[in-house]
């Protein structure tokens, strides 16, 4: 079974059609309010803009937005979007440097894959133990409980299906790799880099 396709829509500033999912829905209420539409599926009025900074400084500049939902737009939801890419900018971006970490330990053969393999080698060194953002509940049990001093537990900001791509096997929820690696600090330092705001669901 496939997903059923998407419609592309319009970008209100470029006018260049991407999937739904590439570009931020903006809505006017029936109460005629104007708000970011995170999850796509406020009722009212919608308009969408790509998730890029270029055309959000566009749509400023030519009142596309404003056009498309017959209504002025606050300030605040300039700001308010410009924030959104912010974090989705560097959502995205952490996530791609994770991969690539993932990617070279697996090469430097320094990453230990599954739980059963994670178990047997916490007695042998300390590790930075790895768990996908989807693990199972059992998973995180066996892992977060291994035997041995100092390892450190990162949950990472990648899915199972996303960890076992970059690690080129199959259904890994957990992996792990020497904690005294230099792949291991980089990793560590990759997520304790805040992102800047949290999410915000109010913008008026
Ligand atoms: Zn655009």
New binding site residues.
């Given amino acids: 079974m496939t997903a059923p396709r998407q419609r592309p829509r319009t ?1 209100v ?2 006018r ?1 059609e991407s999937p739904k999912r590439a570009l931020v829905r903006v809505v006017r209420s029936p109460a005629g309010e104007v708000t970011l539409d995170e999850r796509g599926k406020l009722p009212g009025r919608g308009a969408y ?2 998730a ?1 900074r270029q ?1 959000l400084e566009k749509a400023r500049k030519t009142k596309a937005l404003a056009r498309a939902l017959k209504m002025e737009i606050p300030e605040a939801l300039y700001s308010r979007l410009a924030e959104h890419l912010e974090t989705y900018e560097e959502g995205g971006e952490t996530q791609g440097e994770f991969k690539l970490l993932l990617g070279l330990a697996r090469r430097a053969g320094l990453i230990h894959i599954g739980v059963d393999s994670v178990q047997s080698q916490c007695a042998r060194e300390t590790l930075l133990i790895l768990t996908a953002s989807d693990s199972s509940k059992a998973v995180r049990d066996a892992v977060d409980n291994v035997p041995g001093e100092g390892h450190v537990h990162i949950r990472m900001p990648l899915g199972s299906e996303d960890l076992s791509a970059s690690l080129g096997a199959r259904n890994v929820q957990a992996a792990a790799l020497p904690l005294r690696s230099g792949l291991s600090d980089k990793m560590r330092l990759l997520l304790s880099r805040p992102l800047r705001r949290d999410r915000i669901t109010d913008v008026s």
Wanted: aromatic share 0%.
């Fill in positions: 970008c500033a470029c260049e803009i790509c890029s055309c």
